[in-house]
């Protein structure tokens, strides 16, 4: 499979998450998000150099994939995306901080490595937070949650146009691909064969772009995008919020690395 078309399997598997059943789908989505941002900025506000308090926060990505039946190993494949950009910003850390912490077994462990091992926990669980959210809710349902924010409607509308047509630009690209595979006899893409593809997905998708517009334009567009659907929030909806934002900041304010190596609490 190429890369386009596996690209676009991938958003295809995702729309296929979100439109489960469960009972974290059925959750309003403003609800999901308030609580996945407090989640981001909590793990975000420890120390450069925590790492045993970052851990407890597992339990909610994890609980709410369980529940709304997100495959363990889709997660996983997620966060190895972004490893190599992560590894590449932690690397600089330990070449630059070299201050000896601790001893592991004959080794000496340096703030730097503490500090990327940090970094690597806490975008584990960032990642795992918002592709969670994604899947159990959708792009639409979340933009209507942006909206229903104050994001700015200009922003929303890109949002929803952007994704839309990611699907559109990606069948294209895979149809390239394709046809250079049928004529090119088994020769490798060239990086000049490459760059006039792209031209050519470019020329193409300006074409489309320009015909997509003067067709809104044509059906009364005025810079909304009306759904059917309406947000509406129920007293369940405010529990399980309540509820989870109740446990998050519980495990911010309790040092959970002390307790687990038997100092209490700070």
Not at 45 to 52: N, T, V
Not at 53 to 68: C, D, E, Q, R
Not at 157 to 164: I, K, T
């Amino acid at each position: 499979m190429n890369t386009p078309a596996a690209a676009l399997a991938e958003l295809g598997r995702l729309d296929r998450l979100a439109a489960g059943t469960s009972g974290i789908h059925t959750l309003d989505p403003r609800g999901k998000l308030l609580v996945t941002l407090a989640f981001i900025v909590l793990v975000l506000s420890y120390p450069p150099r925590e790492i045993g308090a970052l851990l407890p926060f597992a339990v909610f990505p994890l609980a709410l994939a369980a529940a709304g039946g997100v495959p363990v190993r889709y997660l996983v494949t997620r966060v190895l995306w972004t490893l190599p950009l992560v590894l590449f910003l932690g690397a600089s850390n330990i070449w630059f901080d070299r201050m000896p912490v601790a001893t592991l077994g004959g080794m000496t462990v340096t703030a730097g490595m503490v500090t990327c091992a940090s970094l690597l926990v806490r975008v584990a669980l960032t990642v795992t937070a918002a592709t969670v959210l994604l899947a159990t809710t959708g792009v639409s349902p979340l933009a209507r949650a942006l909206a229903a924010c104050g994001v700015p409607r200009v922003m929303v509308v890109q949002l929803m146009l952007v994704y839309r047509y990611l699907f559109v630009v990606l069948e294209q690209l895979a149809q390239l691909r394709g046809a250079f595979a049928l004529r090119s006899a088994g020769r490798p893409l060239t990086l000049r064969v490459a760059g006039h593809l792209l031209a050519r997905l470019l020329l193409r998708s300006m074409d489309r772009a320009a015909r997509v517009h003067y067709a809104m334009r044509c059906r009364g567009f005025d810079g909304t995008i009306r759904l059917a659907r309406t947000l509406r929030w129920t007293l369940r909806d405010t529990a399980v919020t309540g509820a989870w934002l109740a446990v998050l900041l519980t495990l911010r304010v309790t040092a959970w690395d002390r307790l687990l190596a038997g100092g209490g609490m700070a």
